[in-house]
């Protein structure tokens, strides 16, 4: 895979969702003790797990957005 590949497929998209997944359900685990605790998450993890979320009723990226643009 190349890192300068200018279009990804969703396999790609979906494999890159499912390693900050499990990344962030690490890093909550060593932060708590606990990968499934009662304890809040960091404004970083809600950003991680919100973005990585798929909701079909949201339109991603939001109107107005300053993000790069896919291929």
Request: aromatic share 12%.
């Amino acid at each position: 895979m190349s890192i300068f590949r200018r279009r990804e497929t969703k396999t790609d998209d979906d494999a890159r969702t499912y390693r900050l997944l499990e990344g962030l359900e690490d890093a909550y685990a060593i932060r708590t003790g606990d990968p499934c605790g009662d304890a809040d998450m960091t404004r970083f993890e809600e950003v991680v797990l919100f973005a990585t979320a798929y909701d079909q009723a949201e339109t991603y990226p939001p109107a107005g957005h300053n993000f790069p643009k896919r291929g």
